[in-house]
């Protein structure tokens, strides 16, 4: 590079896929390649060695990394900006501008996928050990086909925990101690809202509420001091007769945001 020649220099410089600005060190513009003049279109003509930049390039010299651009046609496009200072160039500094447009098109899209991804995983995104929204729907739907077909009871638990300070904290410590108070054939899961729903099979409404009373001290215990004191409250639900796994979870939900609005502590059973 050291033995190419200025013309040499300047017409590499124009000839590059990125869009080039170079300007000194009191904001004058001194050069810019084609690359650059296309994201201005005809307004670039007006663009002199030497100027000072006019407000349609003011957007394109913030000080971020990343920049939203409307093409001359209309098209939409993102850059990233880096800029780079030249040594031993009396203070000039070059700004290339990267089209990354399809590149943050595609992580859209892939995170647009993973929701729908995770959305279909029978494991909690947080904590594997509980079944996610979509586990807890798999797995109730035979369940409430089997309670009704046998009138064998089957019970949901939902469990809304509530603390002073790091709440995902306090989940996690909760789901531990579900996980071990719970017996092989009970199912625990979280729902978006954070709220842990248990399927207790071969359980009554009267045996959920006897779990609860062995939960409660439990999980004060979790707790420790005041200022990261754990409480719960509990809305319970067992299968009915025409009950569908929709119909118990929505009973179960409603039976919980009765708790909360009635006193942290309550279990309602419905």
């Known amino acids: ?14 000839h590059c896929p990125l869009a080039v600005l170079v300007m000194d060190d009191s904001g004058r513009i001194q050069g810019l390649n084609r690359a650059f003049a296309a994201l201005l279109g005809e307004a670039a003509a007006t663009l002199s060695s030497e100027s000072q930049p006019d407000g349609l390039v003011t957007p394109l010299l913030g000080n ?13 496009r993102w850059l990233a900006i880096e800029t780079v200072d030249i040594s031993g160039s009396g203070g000039l500094s070059a700004r290339f501008y990267h089209d990354v447009t399809e590149k943050l098109r595609l992580k859209k899209e892939r995170d647009a996928l993973q929701v729908e991804i995770n959305k279909l995983s029978l494991q909690d995104g947080q904590i594997p050990s509980l079944l996610s929204v979509y586990g807890i729907q798999v797995s109730l739907d035979p369940l409430v086909s089997r309670s009704r077909r046998y009138n064998s009871p089957l019970s949901l638990l939902c469990i809304g925990i509530d603390t002073g300070v790091d709440r995902d904290k306090a989940i996690k410590r909760v789901s531990y101690l579900l996980n071990d108070q719970t017996r092989w054939a009970d199912l625990v899961g979280c729902n978006s809202n954070r709220d842990f729903i248990l399927i207790l099979q071969e359980t009554t409404q009267d045996a959920a509420l006897q779990l609860v009373d062995k939960l409660v001290p439990h999980i004060q215990l979790l707790g420790g001091t005041d200022a990261s004191e754990i409480k719960a409250c509990f809305g319970i639900t067992q299968c009915q007769r025409n009950d569908d796994a929709e119909a118990m979870l929505e009973r179960a939900i409603a039976a919980l945001a009765e708790a909360r609005q009635n006193d942290t502590g309550t279990a309602i059973a419905i």
């Open 1 to 14: 590079m050291k033995n190419l020649s200025h013309p040499d220099t300047l017409a590499l410089l124009d």
């Open 64 to 76: 971020g990394t990343l920049v939203n651009w409307i093409m001359p046609d209309g098209d939409e």
